[in-house]
């Protein structure tokens, strides 16, 4: 009986000492990025269009890999052809999370003065919005890091109709 018990000692350290070992060569950005959350869904919800602007919620859906990840806060800067339409900053709370899922529901204003020009652009050239995010990321054992996102993502900025259609030198 003792024999057994100290075979597994003895494996549960080899255990421990490897995961150390491995903790402490490996640098903490690749273990970072090895474990950084991945966004999965990108919507545009609640959207309410005025003459001035368009307010809406942008929703995205996070998961995290193998570790369960918090995105404590981020800030955002939405473009089109290297121009901001929309920049800001959100915090979110435990609530968000469920699981390895964690809905992140960022409210957006866009001034249709801003936004008009690049947005006809877009639409007869087919360009993506580019997403410049830095995630405030909560990681067992590891701490707060931050992350740096930027991805080009199919969607277009609401406008209303009369707007898109509406040409630059008015016959």
């Known amino acids: 009986?003792?024999?057994a018990i100290k075979f597994i000692g003895i494996i549960l350290a080899l255990f421990i000492l490897t995961g150390a070992v491995t903790l402490l060569m490996l640098p903490r950005e690749k273990l970072v990025a090895y474990l950084a959350p991945e966004v999965k869904y990108v919507t545009v919800t609640n959207a309410v269009i005025t003459d001035t602007t368009a307010l809406m919620d942008v929703q995205l859906n996070v998961t995290s890999k193998l570790l369960p990840v918090f995105i404590d806060s981020l800030a955002y800067d939405f473009?089109?052809?290297n121009q901001s339409l929309a920049k800001g900053n959100q915090k979110f709370t435990p609530q968000s999370k469920r699981g390895n899922l964690q809905t992140l529901v960022i409210p957006v204003?866009?001034?249709h003065?801003?936004?008009r020009d690049l947005v006809q652009r877009q639409v007869a050239e087919g360009e993506k919005l580019v997403a410049h995010v830095e995630a405030y990321c909560r990681f067992p054992l590891i701490g707060?890091?931050?992350i740096d996102i930027n991805r080009k993502v199919d969607m277009t900025i609401p406008l209303p109709a009369s707007?898109?259609?509406r040409s630059k030198n008015p016959s």
């Open 79 to 81: 473009q089109l052809y």
């Open 113 to 115: 003065n801003k936004a």
């Open 1 to 3: 009986m003792r024999k």
């Open 144 to 146: 707060i890091r931050r």
């Open 109 to 111: 204003t866009v001034e």
């Open 163 to 165: 707007d898109l259609f």
